[in-house]
């Protein structure tokens, strides 16, 4: 047995202003590629205008380590773009260490520089897998990228012991 929708009626009030309803939705999450909100105007249900705004993404890092030392901050580095996190490690490393004058043996660096690059490979993979799955090839391009990404993520695996967010770096390492 169905049950038929209920008849509202529209109500008007006097002072009550009934325009255009303007919401911020977002921050979206990373996996959107390109992180973004958007600023809606709405008219009931309808929507009348869209702004996509880009390049929007914080999450709450600095607050965070405010509290905590530079080794207990390490790991939310590599969550700020879990792409490229092997850099970020890097560039949050190196800025601690530079603070305090720590001299990094020279086959860290070579090991640095290594992750680094194979980071930007898996980065520049996927991002080739998204774009032609975005141009209209349907799943296969991108099935195909994340192969070949996986095969670099299983190197990562072996050397970090941890599968989707890999912090291995610690300063002076």
């Keep these: ?25 977002g921050p979206h999450h990373p996996s959107t590629h390109g992180v973004f909100r958007m600023d809606v105007k709405l008219d009931g249900e309808t929507v009348m205008d869209l702004k996509p705004v880009f390049g929007y993404l914080h999450r ?5 380590a405010e509290n905590m030392s530079y080794l207990s901050s390490m ?9 490229n996190s092997m ?11 530079q603070l305090v004058e720590i001299e990094v043996p020279e086959r860290a660096e070579y090991l640095r520089v290594i992750m680094a690059e ?12 998204f774009f032609i799955n975005d141009l209209g090839a349907l799943g296969t391009p991108l099935l195909y ?29």
Excluded at 60 to 64: F, G, I, P, T
Excluded at 121 to 127: A, E, I
């Design 1 to 25: 047995m169905t049950t038929a929708a209920p008849n509202y009626e529209l109500i008007q009030q006097d002072g009550l202003d009934t325009g255009l309803l303007e919401v911020s939705m």
């Design 60 to 64: 709450n890092h600095e607050k965070l």
């Design 75 to 83: 790991p939310f580095t590599d969550r700020l773009d879990y792409f």
């Design 87 to 97: 850099t970020n490690n890097w560039a949050y490393a190196l800025a601690a260490e």
């Design 118 to 129: 194979l980071t930007r490979l898996v980065n520049h993979v996927s991002l080739v897998g």
């Design 145 to 173: 990228a994340f192969r070949e990404r996986e095969k670099i993520l299983d190197l990562f695996e072996r050397r970090a012991d941890d599968v989707q967010l890999l912090s291995l770096r610690r300063t002076a390492q």
